[in-house]
């Protein structure tokens, strides 16, 4: 079955080091995007990917970095840069980025800063 | 600006009733809209959608919502809740025109609870 699927499922970190979370979809979808979710704070977008070697910021970029060199993946750095990186971390997908469509998600990641 | 507002931070309702969830958005336009279910620790996953057409929309588990323009507003309903449907709610919105429409905007959320 076709989906998105997030690595790793949760993640400690000490402060000061960088982390990477892993986004795969299957889907053929060209549009990818990173959400953060913290308690009653509902999901901000961090970045977004319209297509392949082409990403934009979302709400809340500082602090992330990302790439797309590749159509299927769509990894998001934490950077020591980020002040309060704990929180949970959501990786979707759509059809394309303009027009009426539906976003997929993945199960998501848990990143703890120890 | 777009935004979406969901009063309701936490609701609990008794098993069978029925149940009604708010959502209000502020957009230009016409909006596409969403509706997704979060379990614990889990990825979201979509409940219903308006695109365009009939505003009454059905969706999966026995949910609809009606898509209310002259109130901007976008309820989520169902007619029995079953003890299943304890999870947290998200009301979402897209721009339909003018670029990025699938960037969607969320609301807070609404965490339901079913009592037995």
């Known amino acids: ?114 | 600006a777009q935004s979406v507002t969901q009063p309701d931070i936490h609701i609990t309702v008794s098993e069978g009733a029925s149940l009604e969830l708010r959502c209000n958005y502020s957009y230009g336009a016409t909006p596409y809209l969403f509706w997704y279910v979060q379990s614990p620790g889990q990825g979201l996953q979509l409940l219903l959608k308006y695109f365009s057409g009939d505003t009454l929309v059905q969706g999966i588990k026995g949910f609809e919502a009606e898509f209310k323009r002259s109130q901007s507003s976008f309820n989520l309903r169902k007619p029995s809740v079953h003890w299943s449907d304890a999870a947290e709610y998200f009301c979402a919105v897209g721009a339909a025109y003018g670029g990025a429409t699938n960037k969607l905007i969320f609301g807070t959320g609404t965490l339901l609870a079913v009592q037995p």
């Not at chain 1, 982390?19 to 979710?37: F, I």
């Not at chain 1, 913290?38 to 999901?43: A, H, I, R, S």
């Not at chain 1, 971390?89 to 120890?114: D, E, K, M, W």
């Open chain 1, 1 to 114: 079955d076709g989906g998105i699927t997030q690595s790793p499922k949760y993640l400690f970190r000490k402060e000061g080091q960088n982390v990477t979370l892993s986004c795969e979809q299957n889907l053929n979808h060209d549009a990818m995007y990173w959400y953060r979710q913290d308690p009653g704070q509902g999901l901000r977008l961090i970045y977004y990917s319209q297509i392949v070697n082409d990403f934009q910021k979302g709400d809340i970029a500082e602090g992330y970095s990302v790439s797309r060199e590749k159509k299927e993946s769509f990894p998001l750095t934490v950077t020591s840069a980020q002040k309060n990186p704990t929180a949970f971390y959501l990786c979707a997908s759509s059809a394309t980025l303009i027009g009426a469509n539906v976003l997929t998600f993945g199960a998501g990641s848990r990143l703890t800063v120890l």
